[in-house]
């Protein structure tokens, strides 16, 4: 399992991570924030986080190696 803090910035940047989630659909990968848990793949559930703020990442699955480098652009 891969953990880090990741920053989206707005409703571009949250377009540009789903956009980025879906090549990688084989990966579970979920947001933490506060009480909140939800899965990245969903652009609603992005929105309804506070972005102004850094977000936990956990990753798992096959070929993570992939995503973890495309993910270094949102990465803190």
């Given at each position: 399992?891969?953990?880090?803090?990741?920053?989206?910035?707005?409703?571009?940047?949250?377009r540009?991570?789903?956009?980025?989630?879906?090549?990688?659909?084989?990966?579970?990968i979920?947001l933490n924030?506060?009480?909140?848990s939800?899965?990245?793949?969903?652009?609603?559930?992005i929105?309804?986080l506070?972005?102004s703020?850094?977000?936990?990442?956990?990753?798992?699955?096959?070929?993570?190696?992939?995503?973890?480098?495309a993910?270094?652009?949102?990465?803190?």
């Amino acid at each position: 399992m891969y953990s880090t803090n990741i920053n989206i910035n707005g409703v571009n940047g949250a377009r540009e991570f789903v956009a980025l989630t879906a090549k990688y659909p084989q990966i579970q990968i979920t947001l933490n924030h506060n009480e909140y848990s939800i899965d990245a793949h969903s652009i609603i559930g992005i929105l309804s986080l506070d972005l102004s703020k850094p977000i936990a990442l956990e990753a798992d699955g096959e070929d993570i190696d992939a995503f973890i480098e495309a993910l270094k652009p949102f990465t803190v």
